[in-house]
């Protein structure tokens, strides 16, 4: 039978391995087997996932979450501040492929839903959402697609050519495999040659661009 103390340090290990938690918030108890949770953290989904990684320890069977939810001065935020709260956390958070995460927020409950290209960044947008203060739980509803990337640059040159000179006989094409991104074609000017370079150089997943693009005489 497992002893109290290696269920204790199992539940340390697991919560030390959860990207939402930082292991000083949580205190961890274990009487008889059943493992007690304690402490305050700043948002409902961080103490979920307080209680998801005691459950995944070895020999855990029973948790008791007596984890408190901070309350925020002056009352829970609106929906429109979490939102806005939501989208700078994103932003800041390029692996999340923020541009490609939508969200629905209704009463601090927050639905996530888009394409991204990876496992990697369909997780960490979740994580990001879920540490937002006034969250109180994330549904990721986001999908896994690894062409999300190619017409995430495809998107990107389309809006740039419609901001910039006429439409011209033929248009950039663009393919881009593993992170490699090839782009040839006529473009109307030089300053459109440097925003198509930038914008792709910006994009999450691009890590290498080769370009073949002409500036077509006037």
Known sequence: MTSDWDIREA???????????????IGVQVVDGVVILGGVVPTAAIAAAAR???????????VLSQVSVASVPGGMPDDLTI??????????APA??????RTTISDGIVSLT????SDGARRTACEVVGQVAGVKAVHNGLAVDPRAARLVVED???RILGRHAPALVGSPQVSIEAGRVHIAGPVASAEDRRAILAALRALPGVDAIEEQLVVSAA
């Open 11 to 25: 539940v340390l290990s697991e919560l030390a391995w959860e990207p939402a938690v930082k292991e000083s918030q």
């Open 156 to 158: 990107a040159v389309n």
């Open 52 to 62: 998801s990684a005691a459950h995944r320890a070895p020999g855990v069977q029973d």
């Open 83 to 92: 939102a806005r709260r939501i989208r700078r956390a994103l932003l800041a």
């Open 96 to 101: 999340a492929e923020p541009e490609l995460v």
């Open 114 to 117: 888009g394409v991204v290209h």
